[in-house]
């Protein structure tokens, strides 16, 4: 028998930190069990009283969604990071269990008339404007969870919820899977012609977790990059290609984890659920949320951008296929050629070789310059923290500290690609900022990225879209971890806007292109020499290579996304293949074979939170350059960094994301600059 004395139990331990070395599997269940009895209790308390006193009402919500959110958190982001199948097991039941007790707390009626309570006392329009933000966007949650329906409508919405819950681990979940599945071994070194020495001491460590000798392709990140960057077997670039367009398909050669069948119910579950709340489909549903006034706006923004590339990328292409023909041999230019053409064509055309500058970012100098770039911005200080208990020995914690030397919050860093965690990069909330009377909860943030690991005695080396991949990543845990909101429902990332949430990250990839900060945090691995202006130069005059090619790309997942949600028919089903196919006719200048199935994959919208929304990064890319731009020209009052982080970062979602930008810039966002970044139009801001 399971032993439920939470002070056996690490995850209802009121701590500030997860004991991740203590955390077992079968303490999941038993954990989520008393965690959601307690936060019931809690809730049912709270809603009897009748107070119409914020801290009564509001305040002790949050205390309540804290406790337990401070239990679930370490167990989905194990999930993520350290798969096992009995994680996985009492994941998924606790998955079950959180969501079932998620769709009934949102429908609790008693609830949100205690909320609404507060709203309508006499002074509610002189509470402070986060106070009521707080209580607005709670009672927005409560409406969006159906607390309105009625008898059968009612208990179909709470069933929906928990089976698109289920369905959404099952589709990530079959990803992890196929890509894990997915191996090609190779014992002929000849056979990797082209592939960096770096890469193929990835591929040979790669073997030796699986007992073998010679190197292992795998479908994790590093190794799929290395083979359709520089790998000069065709075929083999094809082979690769295919089994990564293929994952968890019907079109992959092991068809087990096939998500077509989980797309078509996610679909229909989607729009019934839209529907019954009187939606017309589930984009408009998701767009209530966003800046985005509906699907219409958001997808003439993405075919404004669409038409104004299009000319740009076309000729991209026609050059692309020119020198594949010229230079390698190549008459015509398939899917699996593309970035290796494209690869090619940097290193001859703009002097930019990957594979070089990766000697110049070992990841400890380029970490280094990273916490420097922060500190010179924001006046915080980044300390590694020896001794705090993690989920693996390669993950590395933080402390923020203040300019005074106070902690103000701390973030995990998870940063390299191995069996059982999740491919891509993100972050993640493991604790809120909360002030709770005399109780002061620092935010704690997770960021965790597949970059390749060290190998034979050298540091992991980034490429330098590593360094804009890490650099976006802080973004996000800065907007978490600088808040200075102490409610969590709108402190940090939480509440604001989707279509805006990417602002401060895309506002920090733009470092990665500043040459001081660039050439300060990098070092050659063998010399410790800095990178030579001649590369930074050569690096940034690349920097609109093929930038049509890519606008398109993300305009053509984003259409596809939002076209998806909001054209779907019950009668003939989600059609995503059909409507993939319709998107790229419309949008795409490079169209992938028949067999290519990148939606089985697309766990943004599918298992993430993108659903009809991953126009967002598009939109907040407008923001983000826009800002940005300002920053670079000083035009900001008070230094860019201290206005950024007062008028972004420290006030989350207390203010809506337009107020917050308003704030900063002095004016509404305008497109210019993001149509400059790209290279669509010309000229510097005036």
């Known amino acids: 028998m399971t032993d439920t004395n939470p002070l056996a139990n690490p995850l209802l331990a009121d701590t500030d930190l997860p004991d991740f070395t203590a955390i077992r599997p079968e303490h999941v269940v038993p954990a989520m069990e008393q965690a959601i009895t307690a936060h019931r209790s809690a809730i049912e308390r709270i809603s009897a009283e009748g107070s119409t006193d914020f801290d009564a009402v ?49 429908q609790n009626r008693d609830h949100y008339a205690a909320l609404e309570r507060v709203e309508e006392r006499k002074d509610f329009s002189i509470f402070s404007p986060a106070k009521k933000r707080a209580v607005e966007l709670a009672l927005q949650g409560f409406r969006l969870a159906g607390v309105a329906l009625e008898g059968e409508a009612r208990q179909r919405f709470l069933d929906i919820g928990v089976e698109l819950s289920d369905l959404s681990v099952k589709f990530a979940n079959a990803v992890l899977d196929a890509t894990e599945a997915w191996t090609e071994h190779v014992t002929d070194e000849a056979a990797l012609a082209g592939v960096p020495d770096s890469d193929k001491v990835i591929l040979a460590a790669y073997a030796q977790e699986k007992g073998l000798d010679g190197w292992l392709i795998t479908l994790r990140q590093p190794s799929v990059l290395a083979i359709l960057l520089h790998a000069k077997d065709r075929a083999l670039r094809e082979r690769v290609y295919r089994a990564n367009a293929t994952r968890a398909s019907d079109e992959a050669e092991d068809s087990s984890f096939d998500n077509s069948d989980r797309i078509e119910r996610i679909m229909a579950l989607r729009h019934e659920a839209a529907g019954i709340l009187g939606f017309e489909d589930a984009a408009a549903r998701s767009l209530e949320t966003k800046m985005a006034t509906d699907a219409q706006e958001a997808l003439s923004f993405l075919a404004d951008l669409g038409t104004r590339a299009r000319p740009m990328a076309e000729k991209e292409l026609d050059e692309a296929r020119a020198f594949a023909r010229e230079h390698l041999g190549l008459d015509t230019l398939e899917s699996w050629d593309q970035n290796y053409v494209a690869e090619a064509m940097r290193r001859t055309l703009h002097g930019v070789d990957q594979e070089a500058l990766k000697a110049y970012f070992p990841l400890p100098k380029v970490l280094a310059g990273t916490e420097a770039l922060i500190e010179r911005l924001f006046g915080v200080r980044l300390v590694a923290h020896e001794g705090v208990a993690v989920w693996h020995p390669d993950v590395i914690y933080y402390d923020l500290l203040d300019a005074d030397g106070s902690v103000i919050a701390g973030v995990y860093l998870d940063l390299f690609a191995r069996a059982g965690k999740r491919g891509g990069a993100w972050m993640d909330v493991c604790r809120s900022r909360f002030r709770d009377g005399n109780r002061f909860h620092l935010p704690v943030a997770y960021l965790t990225t597949n970059f390749a690991p060290p190998a034979e005695g050298r540091p992991s080396l980034l490429t330098h879209n590593d360094v804009v991949t890490l650099f976006h990543e802080f973004g996000h845990v800065l907007h978490h971890i600088l808040s200075e909101v102490d409610l969590p429902s709108i402190g940090g990332i939480s509440g604001v806007e989707w279509d805006a949430v990417e602002l401060p990250s895309q506002f920090m990839e733009n470092f990665a292109w500043d040459k001081a900060t660039l050439i300060g945090l990098s070092g050659h691995v063998e010399t410790g020499e800095k990178l030579p202006e001649a590369m930074f130069d050569r690096l940034l005059a690349a920097r609109q290579f093929q930038a049509g090619l890519a ?74 350059a826009d800002a940005f731009e300002l920053f670079a020209h000083a035009d900001i009052a008070g230094g860019g960094g201290t206005a950024f982080r007062r008028e972004i970062l420290a006030v989350g979602a207390s203010r809506t994301a337009a107020e917050n930008f308003s704030a900063f810039a002095g004016r509404a966002p305008e497109i210019d600059a993001l149509l400059r970044t790209k290279g669509l139009i010309g000229g510097l801001a005036a």
Do not use: C
């Not at 804290?66 to 097991?89: C, I, M, Q």
């Not at 039941?93 to 959180?98: F, N, R, V």
């Not at 169209?591 to 598009?618: Q, V």
């Open 58 to 106: 509001v305040l002790a919500s949050e205390r309540a969604d804290f406790d337990l959110s401070r239990t679930w958190s370490p167990v989905g982001h194990l999930a993520s990071v350290a798969d096992t199948p009995e994680l996985r097991e009492a994941h998924a039941e606790g998955q079950a269990l959180m969501t079932a007790y998620l769709m009934e707390a949102g």
């Open 551 to 624: 606008l398109l790309r993300q305009v053509e997942f984003a259409t596809f996304d939002l076209t998806l949600h909001r054209d779907y028919d019950p009668a003939g089903g989600a059609r995503v293949n059909e409507t993939l196919a319709a998107v790229r006719k419309a949008v795409a200048v490079l169209h992938p074979p028949a067999w290519n199935r990148f939606a089985h994959a697309f766990t943004h919208i599918f298992a993430g939170g993108y659903a009809a929304g991953y126009y967002s990064y598009l939109w907040a890319e407008l923001l983000s």
